[in-house]
């Protein structure tokens, strides 16, 4: 099938440009990316369909690293279906799958399981992650020369840091003779244990259990010796603490192949967003300081944070309806990571190219896959958005079955109009 | 003056007024409490329940005798031999306990917050008795009224809150307290058991007890409860003693009038050296379990009344 958006603002973040134009789609890729002056009528472009975008902004489609889809195992609160939907009224083109479902995906047979159930149940492009170590157990690593043929495109023990150094660093010598990518969370296990919020002024009025900013740095620190040592091609899954920084900017500039992510909820809420023990800001690692959020913001400008994920995280109300310190920790940010992201477009401190680079461009480039470009020959992943539309979240609309968004009620800016996976639009669903 | 509060979560919610509104009409209650019919009848036909999630005597046996003086039907429910040990939530068990339509809840709980997510869930009145390491509202408020009775004044005092503030849910609500009164607030205790950067709170924090104790009004020591004293948060417990537990050297260094006060239950040579506990010229530690029973009834009273006072569903 041939497409042709025409009308619409492209947002090319390899060039890191943001021009007017129109995109040739044919046989699921990017078939011409055309100025505005482009002559659209040629004949080559007859059979095209055309969709006016009506001066609204492309952008390629986010590529999420990080999505817990819940399924196997609990697919009461998440499934592929549901997920799919979500992503594609996201704009989120690429699930990027986590292995820390029931069972873990830590053999091939669970990889092949999630796999196919991806592709029956959803649109949505599925690249599935599996563990570092057997049962993310940090004692055995998984079979990963087998895994990663049947598709893994990282490997993760998800939250579950892996304690024993030396079980660390032989599976991290092992995945650099496959040239495999190792994800770390970066956090000092016994620092952070049972804490539920960052140490601070906060935490102390609350009574709650915290940890110290620096359990990050002490993690990351550790993971980049490792790296050093190993020369594993690394990405730490979500940075949030400013502390974390010297260390990462120091390995980048040794050469060591490190990357590494921040979530879009520690880019944009902070810990007093807690508030009155409202569990649905209970996110792993717990949320930080202004001061540390502005830091974030400021790596990803800079490029010194590579990556924006959602750490899309399903919990249901069961799980957060309980004090906070029992409560599950986690939140849902498929459909969400784009308006809430735009909140750094809208405050001045991200342009569009620096987004889509970390949302889409980025994390292609890092798990070797083909997209995240605008540009000729790259997938047709597309997101067709409006960023100054203003709406009220109201998390009963949310299309994820879980609805533990921390952004219910707030003000949000930034719609998508169409995702197109392959060059077929996922959403709105056609008609 | 109009004490509006839906419930007593904490000290935070609460104005300089109401806190002086409370210490007021507890301050009446002592008077009934000490006279021969100790009965009221401000709470009559109505239920109180008492469900504490964690173990307490005295506060537990306070708020039954409150409830009790004034005239209310006192129910008490051992949660730790209840159906959340079978699994049901804390939140199942408060819409069991609100159907059966009770006037007054006194919940106490291990875990920080959970008396705000259970009065959420409810329609009656909600008291704090502790909630994990967040605030026990009135044991801030009893200590207050034994401070303003001993002292004649509940401001511009020098107090010392001296122990394991970190763990500490009566530390914490004194600290707002005593803040909002305009009081001067000391911290006085080893860092390990000081919460993080407390010191933005408002007090000043003495890591040496002598240095801490110059010239303060009132001492206030807190309990070191067992499971801290094991090297985890302080080497030993008798070298916590010497340079933490108050005796009369380290009492020295205060102010000569000044008061003793502990929330209780004591350890004696651990926190307190026992002489000075029971030295009926400068301990208030009995003073306190009475306010407390006059405090309680005060605040149970006033929380009957903002209800009473507002039409069904109109409550913020």
Partial sequence: MKVLLTNAILIDPEAGTETAGAVAISAGKIEAVLSETADLTAAKYAKHTRIDCGGKHLAPGIIDIGVKVCEPGERHKESFRTAGLAAAAGGVTTMVTRPDTLPTVDTPETLEFAKRRGGEMTDIRIAPMAALTKDRAGREMVEMGFLQDAGAVAFSDGDNVVTDTKVLSRAMTYARSLGALVMGHPQEPILSDGAAVTSGKFASLRGLPAVSPLAERMGLERDLALVEATKVRYHADQISSAAALPALERAKADGLDVTAGVSIHHLTLNELDVGDYRTFFKVK?????????????????SGLIDIICSMHTPQDEESKRLPFEQAASGAVGLETILPAALRLF???????????????????????????????????????FDPHAPFILNRETLRSKSKNTPFDGQRMQGQVLRSFVAGTQVFPPNA | MTFRAEHLLGIEHLSPTDITAILDLADQYVALNRSERKHGDTLAGLTQINMFFENSTRTQASFEIAGKRLGADVMNMAMQASSIKKGETLIDTALTLNAMHPDLLVVRHPHSGAVNLLAEKVNCAVLNAGDGKHEHPTQALLDALTIRRAKGRLHRLSIAICGDIAHSRVARSNILLLGKMENRVRLVGPPTLMPSEIDHFGVEVFEDMREGLQNVDVVMMLRLQKERMDGGFIPSEREYYHRYGLDADKLSHAKDEAIVM??????????????????????????????????RMACMELLVRARASKPEGVMV
């Fill in chain 1, 285 to 301: 690692p717990p949320l930080r300081s202004e001061d540390d959020r502005q830091a974030m913001v400021a790596a990803v400008a």
């Fill in chain 2, 262 to 295: 502990h929330p209780g239950p004591m350890n004696r040579g651990v926190e307190i050296d026992g002489t000075l506990a029971d030295d009926i010229n400068r301990s208030v530690i009995q003073e306190q379990v009475e306010m407390g029973v006059a405090v």
């Fill in chain 1, 346 to 384: 809208h405050s001045g401190q991200l342009d569009l190219p620096t987004l889509f680079r970390a949302m889409s461009l980025n994390p292609a480039k890092r798990l070797r896959l083909d997209g995240g470009r605008m540009s000729k020959g790259a997938p047709a992943d597309l997101v067709l």
